[in-house]
């Protein structure tokens, strides 16, 4: 079964339901020596699903209310906040979290800081890679990468650094 994963740059074909599982980190630091200590520690994000259907009343979480004003996120006028979880980044490590649509995003800090740089991937429950962007993004400000069908609507990834 397909399924079409909504990217604020992209549309791409991703598959397959699955459970999800806790978060890994994997890889090395990579960070030269001319980084501080405080910096190669890296940062933390804020990791939150949303579960976007065309319900009625129409309901926005206030802390994502600016961020799902735009299209494509605005096909769906019901949004309900399933997990939110704080993801500690490393530079250079790779954060792997699992969905309860069986894909798995991948996040590596490039650049820590006021306005971190993250490599993000999107993969499908058999571990093919549907989705990748770099996101530079201030501080409390949530990024949007993915949408992924979830049951009667979409599951939206929100990373907050």
Do not use: C
Not at 41 to 60: M, Q
Not at 79 to 91: C, E, G, M, N
Not at 147 to 159: C, T
């Amino acid at each position: 079964m397909a399924f079409a994963v909504v990217s604020a740059v992209a549309s791409v074909a991703a598959a397959g339901p699955g459970a999800g599982a806790p978060s890994t980190v994997t890889g090395k630091n990579s960070a030269s020596s001319s980084v501080s200590a405080s910096s190669a520690v890296g940062n933390t994000v804020e990791f939150t699903l949303l579960h976007g259907t065309k319900t009625l009343p129409s309901s926005i979480p206030s802390q994502f209310a600016s961020a799902l004003a735009s299209p494509p996120w605005t096909v769906y006028s019901h949004y309900v906040v399933l997990s939110t979880k704080a993801l500690p980044l490393t530079v250079g490590a790779t954060v792997k979290e699992s969905l309860p649509t069986g894909h798995t995003v991948e996040i590596t800090l490039v650049t820590p800081g006021a306005t971190p740089k993250m490599d993000m991937v999107l993969k499908d429950a058999k571990g093919v890679q549907v989705a990748k962007g770099t996101y530079t993004q201030p501080k409390g400000t949530p990024v949007l990468p993915w949408q992924v069908p979830y049951k009667a609507g979409g599951l939206v990834v929100a990373v907050r650094p």
